[in-house]
């Protein structure tokens, strides 16, 4: 009699992209190339391009909660991930779902602006991340706007002081915090993994000349999210991940999709993209 195994699997709850990429879009595609079973629970609908956001449409917090109860009552999530979560009433009912279903490794990407500029957290959400769901992350993935503003502080300016609020967001609860680096200047792009009563880690990379940074910080926290899934410990999947962006940062500098920042190359790995002719 053949035994038959739940196969693991990653859950992303996170906002739409039409464009496809960043949200769930990039989320899914970075499951799929790391080899990982992917989920997803849309907490909006974005009408989107390389261009911008046009329009946001929310998905009402009571039906995200229900999309996180037939997920987790089926699946055997293995590890979770969040992104764009909108407002308040999301994020408390995203807070509850983790809780409620014990989605842990959790990694949450605390979006708050898209690579265009335009606003995806609303103002009265923030405390709420801070506040309710900071405490569950396993680990919190901050660009330096993003972690300023949860501290309400000031924009790191140099290696020490991302370290110093990488600690005070751990202070304030997460077990872990990635604070990223890629919207500094300079050489390298350069991320710092803080832990509690460890050592701080820096991740650096080579700075990639190129405007097709779309969906960067969907890509690394799926990226992490999935190697955790795979069972690695946490500093060897944030370097795995940051890996990850990297070679799919390098993979997409020269393609062109849409007229504004285009996207990384998700695809990169199975050497989908690097095939295809110019029209």
Excluded: W
Excluded at 4 to 13: F, N, S, V, W
Excluded at 133 to 141: F, G, K, R, V
Aim: glycine share 10%; net charge negative; hydrophobic share 50%.
């Amino acid at each position: 009699m053949t035994t038959r195994a739940k196969l693991p699997a990653a859950l992303t709850i996170a906002g739409s992209d039409s464009s496809g990429g960043a949200g769930i879009q990039a989320d899914l595609k970075t499951f799929t190339v790391l080899g990982v079973y992917g989920a997803s629970v849309l907490t909006a609908l974005t009408a989107q391009n390389t261009r911008g956001v046009s329009a946001i449409f929310p998905v009402p917090p009571s039906f995200v909660a229900q999309q996180i109860d037939a997920v987790a009552s089926d699946l055997n999530i293995v590890a979770t991930k969040t992104g764009m979560l909108g407002d308040r009433g999301t994020v408390l009912a995203v807070a509850e779902g983790v809780q409620r279903h014990n989605l842990h490794p959790l990694v949450v990407d605390p979006v708050m602006v898209a690579t265009s500029g335009d606003m995806l957290l609303a103002p009265g959400a923030v405390s709420a991340v801070r506040d309710e769901l900071l405490p569950l992350a396993d680990l919190l993935t901050p660009n330096l706007a993003e972690a300023a503003t949860l501290l309400g502080g000031e924009i790191a300016c140099s290696e020490a002081e991302m370290e110093a609020q990488g600690r005070a967001l751990v202070i304030l609860g997460a077990k872990a915090v990635l604070m990223k680096g890629g919207h500094a200047s300079g050489d390298e792009a350069i991320d710092i993994l803080v832990q509690a009563n460890a050592p701080a880690m820096r991740i650096a990379h080579p700075r990639v000349a190129t405007r097709n940074t779309h969906g960067t910080g969907c890509t690394l926290s799926a990226a992490i999210a999935a190697h955790l899934a795979r069972g690695l410990p946490l500093p060897d999947a944030a370097r795995a991940a940051k890996e990850v962006v990297y070679a799919a940062l390098v993979a997409g500098a020269d393609i062109v999709v849409g007229e504004g920042a285009g996207p990384v190359d998700h695809l990169y790995a199975i050497g989908r993209t690097q095939k295809l002719e110019p029209r």
